[in-house]
């Protein structure tokens, strides 16, 4: 068969919601741009066929950078980062969600680098103090790195970590993915965990009834191919469990990293890796457009090539920051790119339930 029958028998099975390989989905990164965007913003009516895109007020709060892993990528950690080490006290982490409060806010990501000192009893007391002062604050906190950092700290089993906090009151855990490859993560982040550990905390959120999600960090020397081999530790993982609410890919920022040689993604590769993540992850509802690497324009095209949400309107965060991106952005700054991309922009809470439409 030749290249166009290929290309012509995959586009019927896209069009007609049938899965595809991961032979087939390496093969659309040659794809026509705008063909696979359409392709995929088919895909997406067929995953929510609405034309509603959610976004949520929440604020991370990045607790420490001090981290025992010291990844390449990372420019966050306090070895990399020219204000040197810090760690937020209790009360400072509560000030920073009082703050969210008083603007509606509804969600909180605790995030931090894996601290030499930190216990189970120091995430415990975190979550617990949090709860206690802001009840109705939703935890989406913490990350499969952290839970295993937790886990070999105090040396209790991965599934004791996650009901410990649970029982604290964590809701959900994000599922910080980089990229599931252990080739490339040998290679820029070989102090944190492997694939395999992350494949394990999924497996023991999901045996605890908790929700997490995954995403993805493109352009660290990675193929095309190892970019599917990614994509599909994730669908397995949503097959088996159907623990991930969204997913959200982003491009790695080299500034101010180790792997500052490196030549960063181009917004057509965004829009690439958006529009081939909706056609192949079938079992995910949401595919997130990652402005806070991209920017709010290009988060907007992502929103008609198959992405149908856009995330926190994020009151701070540190970890990109430290690449030199600024992450400004308002509610109705959000409702104007969500309006202006043809679509209805809903307020939404961390379980994807429907707050205000404008
Ligand atoms: S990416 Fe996370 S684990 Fe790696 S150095 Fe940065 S804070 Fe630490």
């Known amino acids: 068969m030749n290249h166009s029958s290929n290309q012509e028998n995959l586009k019927n099975k896209i069009y007609n919601g049938v899965r595809i390989s991961p032979l087939e989905a390496s093969s659309l990164f040659s794809w026509d741009l705008i063909e ?26 990045n607790y420490t950078n001090i981290c025992d ?31 969210l409060v008083s603007v509606g806010g509804t969600q909180v990501m605790l995030q931090g680098g894996l601290h030499p000192h930190y216990t189970l009893d120091t995430y415990v007391n975190m979550v617990k103090t949090v709860k206690r002062n802001f009840p109705q604050i939703y935890l989406h906190s913490f990350s499969p790195s952290e839970i295993v950092h937790i886990s070999r700290k105090s040396l209790v089993s991965i599934d004791e970590v996650i009901s410990t906090l649970k029982s604290a009151g964590l809701d959900s855990v994000p599922g910080a993915s980089d990229l599931l490859v252990d080739r490339i993560r040998s290679k820029v982040s070989p102090r944190k965990i492997a694939k395999q550990d992350w494949v394990g905390v999924m497996f023991a959120l999901h ?152």
């Open 36 to 61: 696979l965007g359409a392709a995929a913003d088919a895909r997406r009516i067929m995953a929510f066929p609405s034309e509603q895109v959610g976004f949520i007020i929440d604020r991370i709060i």
């Open 69 to 99: 892993a010291a990844c390449d990528f990372c420019a966050y950690h306090a070895g990399a980062n020219p204000a040197g080490p810090y760690e937020l006290s209790i009360d400072e982490i509560l000030a920073k969600i009082q703050e």
């Open 207 to 358: 045996r605890h009834g908790m929700k997490s999600s995954a995403t993805m960090t493109y352009g660290m020397g990675e193929t095309c191919e190892e970019r599917i081999e990614h994509l599909n530790v994730i669908r397995d993982i949503q097959d088996k469990t159907g623990i991930l609410r969204a997913f959200i890919p982003w491009s790695f920022s080299p500034a101010n990293t180790k792997l500052k040689d490196i030549q960063p993604a181009t917004g057509v590769d965004y829009l690439r890796i958006v529009a081939i993540s909706r056609i192949f992850l079938d079992n995910v509802t949401f595919i997130q457009a990652g402005w806070l690497t991209e920017g709010l324009k290009l988060a907007q095209i992502a929103l008609t090539m198959g992405a149908n949400d856009m995330g926190g309107v994020l009151m701070e965060e540190k970890v990109v920051k430290a690449t030199g991106i600024e992450t400004k952005s308002g509610i109705s700054e959000f409702i104007d790119i969500i309006k202006n991309s043809g679509k209805i922009p809903v307020l939404r809470d961390s379980e994807y339930n429907k707050i205000r439409i404008y």
